[in-house]
């Protein structure tokens, strides 16, 4: 997840219709009760621990998504009242130079959480940077181990964006055992945690892809889709079963009506899509939000565990 928008509900003209409305999943609205939560967390750790929970992030280069997303991380952590360390690298830092970077970060008993923005330059080897962070403070949950934990079922860190959809999807499904799901996409950010969480919830999972026969048969047997495939659109109206629930990962800049002007559409084909899904999430207002959320929620489960205090993530 790239690209946070401050574009509310309020403008779509889609409110106008309340059968829409029932159907929209707001992660806006969701996103801002678990901050509200671990807020609270984070106050109780605060006064418990005698120091603030610390996130730091790394940016290396000036990517202007990358930039937005990192200020924006930098922003709610603050007002979550966790301490935020940014440390921002020259696009030709290099490899020795981000991971000695990681390495302090890793060692300082002020930093529970790093996060090391991606995508990094070409020339850096992301995947030898993500295996030099803790685990145990690898909030992103990308490192091996992490990854590792959650495809065997053991407690760790889980990619934040994922999780969010999770998370959405059993505040509106309840229990989601014996549910079919089709994951459409699989990067290790979204698409192959999004199936290993699914899977961990009894669910039934196929994950599609680019070279998948016949995608819209696949996805009319789902009760449940996620699309995070990066293309505009492209899950339409008859590929839906109906009554099914559409978690859209995407976020596509897209030219706009107006000339000059852009606009965010999903991988979904909101017009489409939501006459006959049961559940879905707008663009924006759905997923995005949640995804800094998640992270803050992960941030604090770490600084728990690091300080050896008993926290019951559940309950976030
Ligand atoms: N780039 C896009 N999404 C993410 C994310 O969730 N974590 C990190 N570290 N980089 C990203």
Redesign the pocket.
Known sequence: ??VTDATTLVDSPLNDSPLVESRLIDGKAFAEGLRGRVANAAAAFSDKAGRKAGLA?VLVGEDPA?QV?VRSKGKQTVASGMASFEHKLPADATEAELLAVVEALNADPAVDGI?????LPAHIDEQVVIAAINPDKDV?G?HVVNVGRLATGLPGFV???PLGCLMLLKDRLGSLSGLDAVVIGRSN?VGKPMAQLLLAESCTVTVAHSRTKDLAEVVRRADIVVAAVGRPEMVKGDWIKPGATVIDVGINRVPAAEEGKTRLVGDVDFASVSQTAGAITPVPGGVGPM?IAV?LRNTMVAAYRNAGLAFDADAL
């Not at 996060?115 to 995508?119: A, I, K, N, S």
């Open positions: 997840m790239i992030v990358s997303y996060l090391v923005q991606l995508p992103d990308f990619p934040c964006t950010i995804t992270l």
